[in-house]
């Protein structure tokens, strides 16, 4: 994967947030760098909020509403604070560098703290849930 955006930080978050970014731009990277932009710019529990929030709309913008999981959102996005996320001193790629597990193996490190039958969930979909094996 490729860390170097195409649009300028300020396109690509105002075309998340609109649900104007198209489907060929918001792949797994796409969702992370989302997420990394609102935590730079946002205290934690308001980047969770609309990164989750704007990904849902994106969905259903994009005719795949059902591919939206609340707590596998919200569980990345919380992840990617541990990861220094909102740290403003540390760019795009160089996040994309520092944590090459949540860029190339996030379902690997998501399993570490849910079993699947919960975090693919109906309830999991539609709201947060907790880990189950490990605290995020």
């Known amino acids: 994967m490729n860390p170097q955006p195409a649009?300028?930080?300020e396109a690509f978050l105002a075309a998340f947030l609109d649900a104007s970014m198209p489907a060929a731009?918001?792949?797994h990277l796409g969702h992370l760098r989302a997420a990394?932009?609102?935590l730079q710019r946002r205290?934690?529990?308001d980047a969770v909020a609309e990164t989750c929030t704007a990904i849902a709309r994106l969905a259903a913008h994009l005719g795949a509403p059902q591919k939206y999981n609340r707590s596998l959102?919200?569980?990345l996005v919380r992840l990617m604070a541990k990861a220094g996320a909102a740290d403003r001193g540390l760019s795009w790629p160089g996040f994309v560098a520092a944590n090459p597990e949540l860029v190339g193996d996030a379902?690997?490190?998501l399993a570490r703290h849910y079993r699947d039958d919960t975090l693919?969930?109906?309830q999991a979909r539609g709201s947060f849930v907790p880990p189950d094996l490990q605290p995020l």
Do not use: K, N, T, V
Request: aromatic content about 14%; overall charge negative; hydrophobic content about 50%.
């Open 25 to 27: 731009g918001f792949d």
């Open 107 to 109: 379902r690997a490190l």
């Open 43 to 45: 205290p934690l529990e």
């Open 73 to 75: 959102s919200e569980a």
């Open 36 to 38: 990394w932009l609102l």
């Open 120 to 122: 693919f969930s109906e």
């Open 7 to 9: 649009m300028s930080d």
